[in-house]
Every structure is written in structure tokens, then in C-alpha cells.
């Protein structure tokens, strides 16, 4: 069988073609950073126009990459939620309409399951059980894999997401939006000779540690970094912040919101007894928290599994993935048409 897949939840328009015995023949991802990083963040209704404006083309450039013809498509798989309601209807009435023209079966996607499933589309794959840690802009969960479709929240944040927390962050020390790739990179310049200054090097708090359970809340942590840029700047003869108060604020961060992570993995591992870990999400690509998790994985004789990083973020690939798995299953959209803008994971 070969899938369509259609990934239109937020920002990012992505288009993937998944054979089922062939694996991914073709992906692409449209991203409109540049059209909202004037606004600090993503603007609904110029996320929907976009769509419109890449979606046909860039669907059919991926036929064509794929080697293939619209009479080859024998299934349409889009997101159906979450996410925004104007793009998820922009991509779900592009999807279905494509469907009824080429006479396939169209299948709504669960953007989450497309997230957690991403792995699957790389060699070795994980096998069912497994732990699945989510970290986005929107989103940080910890799921128990039951097996497909079976999922179980046992952690999630109370307030900002991670890469929320990353985001706001990065605008804080001007680093423009979304900046949580680029706060990384400069946590990377971090060396322990900028900890000469009498002020650093600076430590933040690791937000419900201190307390059993595996919720998060990241949205204290901007505060703590909104004081020590106040504390630094006051301190500092030019009155703003210097490269080195960035990068140490930087690091400091990371390090106090990959631990939480790691922390809270550590538990959750210890509680379901699983040996597999599934790492997805924009946040995911950040090369420190997969240092982290590693080293815990051979710490705990548990396997640690990554997507590449173009599949942390948003793809048509995983929604092509998960389409392509449920249609064989024989699930197909009847002629409705919704959208879930919230829709919760355990209730697929
Ligand atoms: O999954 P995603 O593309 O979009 C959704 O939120 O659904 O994730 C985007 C998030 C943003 O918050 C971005 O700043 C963050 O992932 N991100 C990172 C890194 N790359 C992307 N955060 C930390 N380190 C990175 N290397
Ligand atoms: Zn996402």
C-alpha cells in the first residue's frame, strides 16, 4: 500500500509518500519561520494561508520525487488534530478532497501518535512496549507504548511546554523566535573559563523534582531567567547583557531543563519497568538532552531511540507512517468532516 501523508497542524507544511513494503520513498517540509518570527510567534491565520499556498505544489513535487503518479496513491492520511483548527481544516480538506478525486480512502491522523511513532520510520526500530517522552512547542509528556493506539499519560506539563519554556527564553536574551535550536547553539560556546566572572556561572531550578510524581512545570524557569538578565544587566557597566552572560544563561538553562527531563525519564523508567525509550518532538533534536538520555540508557540497561532530526520536528512522514498502519488495519474517514483542535491522546 502506498500512503500520502499530509502533516498541516501548525506551521510547518509537510508532505511525505510511505510504501508499506518499500518504507519512506519521499518527504518534504515547508517551514513559515520567516513569516512569523516578525510577530514572536506563530499567527493562525497566516499559518492557514500558507498552507494553502505550498500545499498542491509541494504535494505534487513529493509524487515526483517518489518516482510516482497520483494514480499510484492508494491512500490519503492527514492530522486531524491537535493543533490549530484553520490549518488542520486547510490540510484535512486538501487530504480529502485528493482522496474522493483518486477514489482511495482518506484517514485522519492523531498528530501525537504521529510524533511518537516517528522511530518507526528508522532501522532498528523500538518494539512495543515502549516509554515515549514528547517535548515540543506545544506539548511535554511522558506516554506508556502499550502497544498501537493503546497509549497512557503518566506525566505532562502543568503549564509551558518545554520547547515553550526554550522559546521564551531565547526571545528573552533576543534570539528571535523560534529560538530554542539557537539558545542550544549558544549553550554549546559554554566552557568553564567564563566561570571566572564573579557572578556565574548561574544555576536554575529544576521545577518538581523536589516531589514525587512525573508532571513538569516549566514556566517558573523563565522567571528565574528573567531576574538574573535583570541582575546581570544592572551589574554590568554598559547596562546590558554581555556574549558571556548570554551564554551562560544559555547553558544554564539547558542544563536545568534537560536534568527535569532526565529526572523525571529516570522515574518513569523505574515505575513501568520498560527498557525502551522513544524520544520525540521538536525538542527532541537537541543534542544535549540525547547525550543525556544515552548515558542513561547505559546506566540503566535501557535503548534510547531517536528519530533523525528532520523527523523530530513536524513531517508529513509520520502521518504518512501511522495513515498508512491504521488503512491497514481497515480504518477509513466515513464521508464527515472534523477536526480536533484539542484532542486528547488516550482517547484515540
Ligand atoms: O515538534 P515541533 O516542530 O513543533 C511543535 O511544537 O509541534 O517543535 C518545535 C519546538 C520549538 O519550541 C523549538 O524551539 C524546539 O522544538 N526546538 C529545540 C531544538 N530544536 C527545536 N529546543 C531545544 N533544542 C533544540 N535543538
Ligand atoms: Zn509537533
Redesign the pocket.
Known amino acids: 500500500m502506498i500512503v500520502l501523508g499530509i502533516e498541516s ?2 506551521d ?1 507544511t509537510g508532505v511525505a509518500i510511505y510504501s508499506a513494503e518499500r518504507g519512506l520513498l519521499a518527504h518534504q517540509v515547508h517551514a513559515q519561520n520567516a513569516i512569523h518570527a516578525q510577530y514572536g510567534g506563530v499567527v493562525p491565520e497566516l499559518a492557514s494561508r500558507d498552507h494553502i499556498r505550498v500545499g498542491l505544489p509541494l504535494i505534487d513535487q513529493v509524487i515526483k520525487a517518489a518516482g510516482l503518479t497520483s494514480q499510484d496513491i492508494q491512500g490519503v492520511a492527514y492530522t486531524k488534530g491537535p493543533g490549530l483548527a484553520g490549518s488542520l481544516l486547510v490540510g484535512s480538506l486538501l487530504a480529502r478532497s485528493l482522496a474522493y478525486a483518486w477514489q482511495c480512502p482518506a484517514i485522519g491522523v492523531h ?1 501525537l501518535e504521529g ?1 511518537l511513532l516517528a522511530p518507526m520510520l528508522e532501522t532498528p526500530q523500538p518494539s512495543f512496549p515502549f516509554l515515549g517522552l514528547l ?5 511535554t509528556l511522558i506516554i506508556a507504548v502499550k502497544a498501537f493506539g493503546e497509549y497512557e499519560i503518566l506525566g505532562e506539563t502543568l503549564d509551558d ?4 519554556a ?2 521564551k527564553t ?1 526571545k528573552l536574551l533576543g534570539l528571535g523566535y ?4 539557537k ?2 547553539k549558544l549553550a554549546e560556546l559554554f566552557s568553564d573559563d567564563l566561570s571566572g566572572h564573579p557572578y556565574l556561572p548561574t544555576k536554575f531550578p529544576r521545577p518538581m523534582t523536589d516531589r514525587p510524581g512525573l508532571d513538569f512545570s516549566f514556566s517558573g524557569l523563565k522567571t528565574h531567567v528573567a531576574l538574573e538578565i535583570k541582575k546581570r544587566t544592572a551589574l554590568s557597566e554598559l547596562n546590558e547583557l554581555s556574549e558571556s552572560d548570554k551564554i551562560n544563561i544559555a547553558y544554564a538553562f ?1 542544563e536545568a531543563a534537560v536534568d527535569t527531563l532526565v529526572i523525571k525519564i529516570t522515574r518513569a523508567l523505574e515505575q513501568t519497568g520498560y527498557t525502551q525509550l522513544v524520544v520525540s ?3 527532541g ?3 544535549k ?1 540525547r547525550a543525556k538520555l544515552t548515558e542513561l540508557g547505559k546506566a540503566k540497561n535501557m535503548t534510547a531511540y531517536f528519530p533523525r532530526f528532520e523527523f ?3 513531517n508529513g512522514a509520520m502521518i504518512a507512517y501511522v495513515g498508512c498502519q491504521r488503512l491497514l488495519r481497515g480504518e477509513h474517514e466515513d464521508l464527515n468532516l472534523t477536526v480536533y483542535p484539542r484532542w486528547p491522546l488516550d482517547k484515540l
Not at 161 to 164: D, F, L, M, P, Q
Open positions: 497542524s501548525c510547518d498528530h510524533h517535548v515540543s512547542g506545544g506539548h511546554a518545554v520547547g515553550e526554550f522559546d531565547a523560534p529560538g530554542g535550536a539558545l542550544a539547558e518532538g521538536g525538542v533534536a537537541n543534542k538532552l523530530c520536528t513536524d
